[in-house]
Each structure stands twice: as structure tokens, then as C-alpha cells.
């Protein structure tokens, strides 16, 4: 069966720690894993990785993907209090499906 | 156990041929959403009902629309579909409004392809 385990499931720090949330998957046909941020009503894309090994960085938001161990890591620098959301991971099984994780729950203290 | 399904998983429609997907849940949530999604995009919020309110996104085209017959089911319905309307189609729910404090359960989605 298809799925996407993501841990912690919530996480409190306070502004200026450095997080780290992961995302690991079980999927028949993967072609790329995407994260999202979720604030309001509908996720905002933050990255889509398919290449092992390759980080993509937006800002003080990175993320890289491996593929032989079936994860990814998003990570977080200088955390502000805006940074507070929902992060969703999802697995694009080639076209098949999506596979959503239950997401990570950041709560960023002032 | 799946908690939100979604049929079918692929749908082949004509172009203009109205065409009906849908959605269960077994979560007894309050909310359902229905997005499209194209490519790596985000999802696009269509609309969602909660309960049995339902709320449309200002640029929902027309030739969209929603039933919610009952907490378990909602079912989205394309009346004249276009070839830019082919697309994965994913249902979510959540127990309140989601946002930073609730989050959304996905289903798989339908790909849908216009002919």
C-alpha cells in the first residue's frame, strides 16, 4: 500500500531555531515528492524534488531528496513566527495518484 | 484503511461531454474541499462545503459545480469540459476549517483527460 509517514507530527520551537521535518514514503511508482505549506484553506507549493542528491533552496527554506533511502528533509533557518503551518508531503506516483503525509504541525513562538 | 475516497481514479470524457466525480469519507468530517491540480502547481482550491454551506472561490469557473448530499459524500460535477480542464482532481476533508490548525486529508485524486 501506498504511503507517506512524515515525523514529528507537530513541533514547537521558538524564533531563530533551525528545523528540520522529514518525510519518508512507501509508493509503487514515484516520479517526484513535493512539499507544501498549509496556512489558510489550500497548501502553497514550496518545492518539488525528483533528483536524489540535489537541494533546492528558496530563501531561508532548503530541501533535498534521496531516493535509495525513500526520504526527504525540509528544512527551516531562523525560524520566524510567519513560518507557523501546516507542512504537507506529498509523492507523485506517476501520475497515478497523490500520496499525502499527515503533515508536520509547526508551531514557531515568538 | 482509505478514509477518503475517490471515483474513479481515471476518467476519460469527451470534450463537452458533462462528466460527475466523486468523493466519500469515513472520517465524519465537516469539511470537504475539491482542487485541481496540474502538473507540479499547487493545488487550486475550487470550492469546498462545510457541512452543508457551500463556498465557492471567486475564480471558480461556472462550469464547475458541487453536491454535498450528505457528511459523506460530495461530488463535483464539470458541465462542458474543455481540454484545459484536464487535470487531477483531489478531494480533501478536515474536521473544522482548515488552516494552521487543522489540517486535510487527500484522496488520491481522479485524473481526468478531455478527448
Known amino acids: 500500500e501506498d504511503k507517506v509517514v512524515q515525523s514529528p507530527l507537530s513541533l514547537v520551537v521558538h524564533e531563530g531555531d533551525t528545523v528540520t521535518l522529514n518525510c519518508s514514503y512507501e509508493v509503487t511508482n514515484f516520479r517526484s515528492l513535493l512539499w507544501y505549506k498549509q496556512e489558510k484553506k489550500a497548501p502553497t507549493f514550496l518545492f518539488m524534488l525528483?533528483?536524489?542528491?540535489i537541494e533546492k533552496k528558496s530563501g531561508r527554506l532548503s530541501s533535498i531528496l534521496d531516493k535509495k533511502e525513500l526520504f526527504s528533509i525540509l528544512n527551516i533557518t531562523a525560524t520566524q513566527t510567519g513560518d507557523s503551518a501546516i507542512y504537507l508531503c506529498?509523492?507523485?506516483?506517476?501520475?497515478?495518484?497523490?500520496?499525502f503525509g499527515p503533515g508536520t504541525r509547526l508551531s514557531v513562538l515568538p | 484503511d482509505a478514509m477518503v475516497i475517490q471515483n474513479p481514479r481515471y476518467q476519460v470524457t469527451q470534450f463537452g461531454k458533462p462528466v460527475t466525480l466523486s468523493c466519500s469519507q469515513t472520517l465524519n468530517h465537516n469539511v470537504m474541499y475539491w482542487y485541481q491540480q496540474k502538473s507540479s502547481q499547487a493545488p487550486k482550491l475550487l470550492f469546498h462545503y462545510y457541512d452543508k454551506d457551500f463556498n465557492n472561490e471567486a475564480d471558480t469557473p461556472d462550469n464547475f459545480q458541487s453536491r454535498r448530499p450528505n457528511t459523506s459524500f460530495c461530488f463535483l460535477d464539470i458541465r462542458s469540459p474543455g481540454l484545459g480542464d484536464a487535470a487531477m482532481y483531489l478531494c480533501a476533508t478536515s474536521r473544522d476549517l482548515a488552516g494552521y490548525t487543522d489540517t486535510q486529508y487527500f484522496g488520491p485524486g481522479t485524473r481526468l483527460t478531455v478527448l
Open positions: 506529498a509523492v507523485d506516483n506517476y501520475g497515478q495518484n497523490f500520496v
Open positions: 525528483t533528483s536524489s542528491g
